[in-house]
């Protein structure tokens, strides 16, 4: 079934609209959310929130790529398991790790709890990550955005593990860079 078609179901409150999305996309949900978490108990649960949270949301939105509106969904409910389920244990897998990479990037005096900061934020690195090479921005988006193992990531393209960690160091100095040139740090 067409992505319009699936949304239009949701604008209907269609019950089929969930079955249909789950068809199409439910694998792919599972993936992110599992490799997030890491247990197919939790990933399980992100996905059933992700369904929760598309039907609620909706009635007011029209998405236009419903692949990467499901996919934000799932990676939002993901980290927000992980976090519950360690907040006493920082760093102690992937995900803790990647963020903590990334909070080098960020000013501690940025409230980012504003909804207005953060979709700025995240225009700001969706527009530094468009303007990478294609091996650099699949090395940035599978770490960060996935939060893929450096090994998994060097497995995957073909590269040493040494080279993925300085082309992630290179790449936070950039962003680092681009965040100071917006006056965010």
Request: aromatic letters at 8%; glycine letters at 8%.
């Amino acid at each position: 079934m067409e992505d319009s078609a699936i949304v239009d179901l949701y604008w209907q409150r269609s019950d089929r609209a969930i079955s249909e999305t789950e068809k199409k996309y439910g694998a792919y949900c599972h993936r992110l959310a599992y490799s997030i978490c890491g247990s197919e108990q939790d990933a399980e649960e992100c996905v059933n929130d992700t369904w929760l949270r598309a039907w609620n949301a909706m009635p007011t939105e029209r998405p236009r790529i419903l692949s990467a509106f499901l996919g934000c969904l799932t990676r939002n409910a993901a980290i927000g398991r992980y976090r519950e389920k360690h907040r006493r244990k920082r760093g102690g897998g992937e995900t803790a790790l990647a963020l903590d990479e990334l909070s080098e990037c960020l000013s501690d005096g940025t409230d980012l709890e504003d909804e207005i900061q953060k979709k700025e934020l995240a225009r700001l690195i969706g527009t530094f990550a468009a303007e990478l090479k294609e091996t650099e921005r699949l090395v940035f988006t599978a770490r960060y955005y996935y939060l893929t193992p450096v090994k998994q990531i060097a497995a995957c393209l073909g590269l040493s593990e040494s080279k993925v960690k300085s082309m992630l160091f290179r790449l936070r100095g950039r962003l680092r860079g681009q965040l100071e040139k917006e006056g965010w740090l």
